[in-house]
């Protein structure tokens, strides 16, 4: 049986559904990423989880019991914000321990915990500082100690790391991760990064205007996207209507095709006549755009050598994995 199971969940604002049929199965231990474009509602999913926004209809069973009657207190979920907030007149060991302090747990109990919790974020060097002595990537480690240490049922991460720049952003999702096993907690965590979304989790939930579109692991997702939209968010397909695919494949085509910028071979040799239109360097990647039989591809080729580079107007040929030609819906 799964652990979460959400079924038929239904949230509007006024007249405005916001989704109206969300559906899914959650096991035990795992983590699963809510990946979707802005808007979307993943943080409104996420509230109506943990209590903080009504729901309209359906049900939030948690290991079998229904969330929905229950006020927040009462669900047993962590969750860090988008916009996490520290109470500013704590220390670090107070922000933490103030979860703890609501449940009356005893003193001692508590300051154990909190030292447990504070050594996994790697901040028990800090636990006497007050938030405006810390940086931006530390609060967010507070915010993140401050959920696991009540040991929630389900732990809700609404982009905890979106503040942070690239570096410290992948030191901290690496140790949410590791965290996450460890303890074994059943984690749901929302993105709009797809390359965080396919690093970080068991599953992925792409969702769009309120859907669920696809589920699966980051390899499904990857390369059997099931529709444009998931094509089009998750790796930069190339999206060929049937025209410009026949027009290219030479052969009847009657759906709209996508194709991986890296299942195209660029060389001198076989496969079709194109032309370099330009290119951006993405350090490791050189991505191409090129023109062949009249339709525009972009084509991923790794930068291992100065002959990887072509300049603007160089004719070269294009070799087509056809095994990497997906039908998108
Ligand atoms: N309190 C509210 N009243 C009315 N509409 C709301 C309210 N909260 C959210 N919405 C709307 O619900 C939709 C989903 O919002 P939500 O915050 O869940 O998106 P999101 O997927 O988390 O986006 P982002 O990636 O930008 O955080 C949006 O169109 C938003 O404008
Ligand atoms: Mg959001």
Do not use: W
């Not at 929302?190 to 068991?202: F, G, I, M, P, Y």
């Amino acid at each position: 049986m799964s652990y979460l199971s959400i079924q038929g969940l239904h949230k509007r604002y006024g007249d405005t559904a916001i989704f109206s049929d969300i559906d899914c199965e959650i096991a035990q231990g795992e983590f699963v990423t809510l990946l979707g474009p802005s808007g979307c509602g993943k943080s409104t999913l996420l509230r109506c989880i943990a209590g903080l926004t009504e729901v309209n209809g359906g049900r939030i069973l948690l290991d079998g019991q229904d969330l929905v009657p229950l006020t927040p207190q009462k669900r047993d979920i962590g969750m860090v914000f988008q916009s996490y907030a520290l109470f500013p007149n704590m220390t670090v060991q107070q922000n933490v321990a103030f979860g703890l302090r609501m449940q009356k747990v005893a003193a001692d109990e508590s300051a154990r915990r909190v030292r447990e919790v504070l050594a996994m974020v790697e901040l028990g060097d800090l636990a006497e500082r007050y938030p405006h002595q810390l940086s931006g990537g530390q609060c967010q480690r507070v915010a993140l100690a401050r959920s696991l240490v009540t040991r929630p049922r389900l732990l809700l991460l609404d982009e905890p790391l979106s503040a942070l720049d690239a570096r410290i952003r992948k030191h901290l999702r690496e140790q949410i991760r590791r965290i996450q096993q460890e303890l074994g907690l059943t984690t749901l965590f929302v993105t709009h990064d797809q390359e965080e979304a396919l690093t970080l989790s068991d599953r992925i939930f792409l969702m769009n205007a309120g859907r669920i579109v696809q589920s699966g692991d980051a390899e499904t997702l990857y390369t059997a996207p099931v529709d444009a939209f998931a094509a089009g968010f998750i790796g930069n397909y190339n999206l060929l209507d049937a025209d410009a695919a026949s027009r290219l494949l030479m052969r009847p085509v009657h759906s709209r095709i996508a194709i991986r910028p890296e299942a195209i071979g660029l060389g001198q040799e076989g496969g079709i006549e194109a032309e370099i239109r330009g290119h951006s360097l993405l350090g490791n990647v050189i991505r191409y755009r090129v023109e062949a039989r009249g339709v525009e591809l972009l084509v991923d080729v790794l930068n291992r050598s100065e002959g990887d580079l072509h300049g603007k107007g160089q004719r070269l040929r294009l070799n087509i994995d056809t095994a990497a030609i997906r039908e998108v819906a």
